[in-house]
């Protein structure tokens, strides 16, 4: 009998296991109301008699982002808090980049979704390290797909010879992002010199020189 409730607890855990995520929605669609001052998790609906078909179309991505700066990328977002309220209860969001030649998304995660990112135009080189170290990474071209899995380091660097430009998918309505060296070497408050230098093998000099070029993380 013990058996039997052990087996049974085991199951119920993998079943919850994989079926974490963003909760499913209870109704068809739930287009956001962003002038709503109501908070909780997730954002208040538009009543349904006010929903249009415009409300489930997305435009943004007709634009270029602004790839004049030191990473040389630019970013505009699809996301249910900013510009498409149609993807509030979803648990999808979407994002654009624009990279200038050479430009780099640097090393980050996402705590809450896997992204699947395709390539638009030029050339991208990706990758993402595991929990053991490996590096999985590839050189993506027009039409490409590549998958990043939830939590785990990635990148992305234009390697062709000219602009690029990139669309990602993630499948979580808020999937968080953080920058693993403005993470670091950026957080408020400092981590402690010390911590830094032991783990990255390094003097403080260095360590206080590389915390100097972050601004302090949002």
Same mark, same amino acid.
């Given at each position: *009998?013990?058996?039997l409730i052990v087996g049974i607890v085991a199951v119920a855990f993998l079943f919850a296991f994989v079926s974490a995520g963003d909760a499913g929605p209870i109704n068809d669609y739930c287009v956001a109301d962003l002038k709503s001052p109501l908070l909780f998790n997730g954002l208040a609906c538009k009543a349904p008699s006010m929903v249009m078909s415009d409300d489930f179309v997305f435009k943004g991505f007709r634009a @270029?982002? %602004? !790839? &004049? &700066?030191p990473l040389g990328i630019g970013i505009i977002p699809g996301f249910a808090s900013v510009n498409y309220p149609a993807l509030n209860?979803?648990? #999808? @969001? #979407?994002?654009k980049f624009n990279y200038a030649k050479g430009g780099l998304v640097p090393p980050h995660t996402h705590a809450r979704a896997s992204e699947v990112i395709t390539v638009m135009k030029g050339e991208v080189y990706v990758g993402f390290v %595991?929990?053991?170290g490996k590096l999985f990474a590839a050189k993506l071209k027009t039409g490409d797909f590549f #998958?990043?899995?939830?939590?785990?380091?990635?990148?992305q660097l234009n390697v062709g010879s000219g602009h690029a430009v990139t669309v990602s998918v993630l499948n979580a309505?808020?999937?968080?992002?953080? #920058? *693993? $060296?403005? $993470?670091l070497f950026g957080s408020t408050p400092e981590i402690k010199d010390e911590v830094l230098s032991r783990?990255?093998?390094?003097?403080? %000099? *260095? !360590?206080?020189m590389i915390k100097k070029g972050f601004m302090p993380a949002m």
């Amino acid at each position: *009998m013990a058996k039997l409730i052990v087996g049974i607890v085991a199951v119920a855990f993998l079943f919850a296991f994989v079926s974490a995520g963003d909760a499913g929605p209870i109704n068809d669609y739930c287009v956001a109301d962003l002038k709503s001052p109501l908070l909780f998790n997730g954002l208040a609906c538009k009543a349904p008699s006010m929903v249009m078909s415009d409300d489930f179309v997305f435009k943004g991505f007709r634009a @270029s982002a %602004d !790839t &004049n &700066n030191p990473l040389g990328i630019g970013i505009i977002p699809g996301f249910a808090s900013v510009n498409y309220p149609a993807l509030n209860t979803q648990g #999808l @969001s #979407l994002a654009k980049f624009n990279y200038a030649k050479g430009g780099l998304v640097p090393p980050h995660t996402h705590a809450r979704a896997s992204e699947v990112i395709t390539v638009m135009k030029g050339e991208v080189y990706v990758g993402f390290v %595991d929990t053991a170290g490996k590096l999985f990474a590839a050189k993506l071209k027009t039409g490409d797909f590549f #998958l990043f899995p939830v939590g785990l380091v990635h990148f992305q660097l234009n390697v062709g010879s000219g602009h690029a430009v990139t669309v990602s998918v993630l499948n979580a309505q808020n999937p968080g992002v953080q #920058l *693993m $060296a403005s $993470a670091l070497f950026g957080s408020t408050p400092e981590i402690k010199d010390e911590v830094l230098s032991r783990a990255f093998g390094i003097k403080d %000099d *260095m !360590t206080k020189m590389i915390k100097k070029g972050f601004m302090p993380a949002m």
